[in-house]
């Protein structure tokens, strides 16, 4: 199906995709600004208006007001604000506020952990089996590549559960609880690991179940339960966008021999070849902190994401010049294509070759 | 009473000591951003995260040049010719320029004097863009531009062009402590249109017999240079002088002062760039953390080059003075352009505004 690429061919496609993104960087500016600028704003007013039907309503129906704005404001916080500040998408705007190395997210992840493991790891090792740690997380079984062992057979019922926690799971993947286990890495280092997650997400649960409820006085069952049900919602968003980036079928699996000596041409295609789009509007990019545009927020990390939708188009019609698959689906495909590849991939396969080679 | 008096410092203390804890918590929760977002939204003035000036007012001084009438939110002091950083954003990114204060330290506002440079990127967005009413964000007051603890007997202010701004300042504070004793204010204009200050000038010296004021227009008469220097102040060996302005004037009179040097103390506001094709033309820098590898033409400072590659750096001042741009330099040999001295140490600290490769380089960036 990928049209295999002599040296040279994988030099030029390199260079077209440098010339775009060099075209963006060329562009940046205030439209980009006013863009992060906006949802800042939206987030906001959608969070104090959650907070407040919380607070002060006593209705069912501002009930559910409320904890869907506070959900709303922390699917805009942790996706398009958090997400790709941290990036660094708008360092070069001098803005304390945007700036990537010191913005701490609404969320159990620590900030400055989820920028070692996922800025530097994952997308640097993308897709490489054994040392992208993304892929399945250690603990689900997502590609028939990925060696089986019997505990994979819940694995259906383990994505549920870590849909529902996913906030959880990103910060817990920091602690690599799976290499302690193997024995490759000692309880020491798994301590050092494990404090500063525990130190975010305690303060995390203090503030969403304990602090805010206190301040409603009377309303605190009311304001905690609107909280879970909010950070619930957030989980389960960032679940299903987040999984339709990387695991549906066709998404291609690396192993480290094939990378040697990469040229930058190569690390494009292995970008491509291993992310998956979700087709949408614009406010679905928006909600999903465009990771919708997951292939082009692979092969360009640090542009501002709102140009992503600008460029897709034309990162497509590279990958069709060059014979280049290019995956994209609508949210209802690409969700099932995942669900498929979970439920199929928990009994063993029979040796077959790996898939889109 | 006497219970009021001593019970007062203990309310302040217990007033901050809250107000820290508050600040500890609010960002352990992480409600200070929601915090700071509120504030901008409502009272951007107030911000406690950065120090913002309200303008008062903007007037036009000359046909490029207007004066902008500040009020901070708290002001920490400044001595009078010292500047202070102003950042705006322009095109969506913040830009940082140093701006000499022309109001007096008595003056309950703060005032700067503008021109317009061909080109600029501040001066430009600060004449068309900012209106009283809007913000402008202050960083501290420095510099040491300033006169001497004891006034000096006799004292030449020299300026050319916009340069007139931390001199009037100093002239506003001497006339203000009535210590204007025997000052010579000298100014350099292009013509009479261009002259700063002018009204207040005339002004100043019909109420105190101690100032000269001085004009030098160059359309009318040669331009300003050292001998020109000497007919016009005869008595210079003896004066204690302050002087600022565009770079060729300074560079025109500087001789004149030869023999007393520690006499004449100065302010530049731009720095002369290298000259072209410094020794060692073109080099490859090496940018550690980022893994770049950039050809520099060998024409710009290292953060001028960085910048022509697509770097986004920081820096502030652009001339060696505020240390923003500071970087650590792996390996390699650079020359600072304002001082021509040479490092060639591993690790040194380097200003990247303005330094020149010598060689190849490594840097921490
Ligand atoms: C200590 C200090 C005090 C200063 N005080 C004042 C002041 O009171 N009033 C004032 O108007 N400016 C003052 N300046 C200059 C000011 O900081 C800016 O450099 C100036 O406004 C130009 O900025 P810009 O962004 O418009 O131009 P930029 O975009 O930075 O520069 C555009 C071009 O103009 C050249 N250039 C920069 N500055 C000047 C200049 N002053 N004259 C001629 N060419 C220049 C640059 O080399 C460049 O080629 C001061 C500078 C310093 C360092
Ligand atoms: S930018 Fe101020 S020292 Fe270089």
Redesign the pocket.
Known sequence: MNRVLTPHEIDAFGRELDALRQEVLDQRGQRDVDHIRSVVRTMRYAEAAGRLLLHVGIDPATFALGSGALGLAKILENMEIGHNVMHGQYDWTHDPELDGETYDWDMACAAHQWREYHNFEHHTFTNILGRDRDVGYGFLRVTSEQPWNPAHIIQPFVAVGLAFLFQWGIGAHALRLDETIAGRQSVAVLWTRARPFLAKGSRQLFKDYVFFPALALANAPRVALGNFIANGTRNVWAFAIIFCGHFPEGVRMYHEQEIQDEPRGAWYLRQIHGSANIKGGRLFHVLSGHLSHQIEHHLFPDLPACRYPEIAPRVRAICERYGQSYNTGSFRAQLTSVARQILENALPSRARPARMQ | MNTLATSAPRVARTASFALRAAQRVSRALLLDRSFRFWVDELAPVASRAELRACVLSVADVTHD?KTFVLAPRVWPGHLPGQ?VPVEIEVDGIR?R??????SPPNDPHVE???????????????HTHLHAGDFVRLGAPS?D?VLPEATPAKLLLLSG???A??LIAILRDLAHRRALKDVTYLHAARSRRDVLFARELARLSSLHPGLRVVLHLDDESPRLDSTQLWVLVPDLAHRETFLCG??GMMDAVAPAFLGFEGRLHH?????A?PAAAAPGAGALIHLGRSKRSITTTGRGTLLDELEQAGERLEYG???G?CNTCRCAKRSGVVENVLTGAISNEPDDVIRLCVSVARSDLTLAL
């Open positions: 040049v500047w830009l320029r140093c701006y000499s204060i022309s700067l004097t503008v021109k317009r440079v061909p080109g600029g990127r501040v001066s430009n967005w600060m510099g531009f062009g916009s340069g701004t931390p565009p770079t302010e530049r506001f731009v720095v760039k001042c652009r001339m003075i």
